[in-house]
């Protein structure tokens, strides 16, 4: 599986999808989250972030989302962590942080 960017108009490919959130990571622009105001990295992270840290409702009032938008970040969060390994991307990170 091949696995794209799709953060504003990058479509970058990865062949693992550990390297697409890397790149989301390291190579565009943290975002201030709506609802908490925290600053997270844009892409899955953000994704991730805002369905474990927020309800629904909340982002739904924030971003000003529908059902629709919600239930493709969440296809998107659940097909992401069914095929990461998302200890080596923390390891990975980490690694760059040094």
């Given at each position: 599986m091949t696995w794209a960017c799709g953060i504003d108009d990058c479509g970058e490919t990865f062949e693992d999808v550990e390297d697409a959130v890397v790149h989301q990571t390291n190579e565009h622009t943290r975002r201030e989250c709506a609802v908490c105001g925290v600053v997270v990295p844009d892409g899955y992270l953000a994704i991730r972030h805002a369905f474990n840290e927020h309800t629904r409702a909340e982002y739904v009032r924030a971003y000003g989302a529908d059902?629709?938008?919600?239930?493709?970040?969440?296809?998107?969060?659940?097909?992401?962590?069914?095929?990461?390994?998302?200890?080596?991307?923390?390891?990975r990170l980490n690694q760059a942080e040094l």
């Amino acid at each position: 599986m091949t696995w794209a960017c799709g953060i504003d108009d990058c479509g970058e490919t990865f062949e693992d999808v550990e390297d697409a959130v890397v790149h989301q990571t390291n190579e565009h622009t943290r975002r201030e989250c709506a609802v908490c105001g925290v600053v997270v990295p844009d892409g899955y992270l953000a994704i991730r972030h805002a369905f474990n840290e927020h309800t629904r409702a909340e982002y739904v009032r924030a971003y000003g989302a529908d059902s629709e938008e919600v239930r493709q970040r969440e296809e998107i969060k659940d097909e992401i962590e069914a095929e990461a390994d998302l200890q080596e991307v923390v390891e990975r990170l980490n690694q760059a942080e040094l």
